[in-house]
């Protein structure tokens, strides 16, 4: 079953954006200077407490992201889906992905796929 939903996965769900800045700024924003960035990018708020006192890294009208880092795709899935909740939107997860790391893409891919979560990534150059 996840192998059928990994191949029938709609291909919308992945885009990938390559960030205009320095390759070295782009290497070393962490993950809060990350969701900054998009969340402008996008139109939407950046760092929006739920009434527990966390926070979705970014909200827009439409959807509640979870900006993770690749190698925590278990992780940015859990706190979308939890997010998307809390704020009446859809979960969804960007992940910032370096060189080399399509194994956690696919992890990510599967879970979303099966949770209807929908899923973005942003390249990050090297360190």
Request: net charge negative; glycine share 4%; with cysteine.
């Amino acid at each position: 079953m996840i192998l059928r939903s990994l191949i029938l996965a709609p291909v919308l769900m992945f885009q990938s954006v390559d960030m205009p800045d320095t390759q070295e700024s782009l290497a070393h924003m962490n993950e809060v200077a990350w969701s900054a960035k998009i969340a402008k990018e996008i139109g939407g708020q950046a760092e929006v407490r739920t009434p527990d006192g966390s926070r979705v890294d970014i909200l827009t009208d439409e959807y509640a992201y979870e900006v993770e880092w690749a190698h925590k795709p278990f992780e940015a899935v859990g706190q979308a889906v939890y997010y998307g909740l809390a704020f009446n939107r859809k979960p969804a997860v960007i992940l910032l992905m370096r060189p080399d790391q399509e194994k956690y893409y696919l992890r990510c891919l599967v879970l979303c796929a099966e949770l209807d979560v929908h899923l973005e990534t942003r390249k990050v150059p090297a360190r």
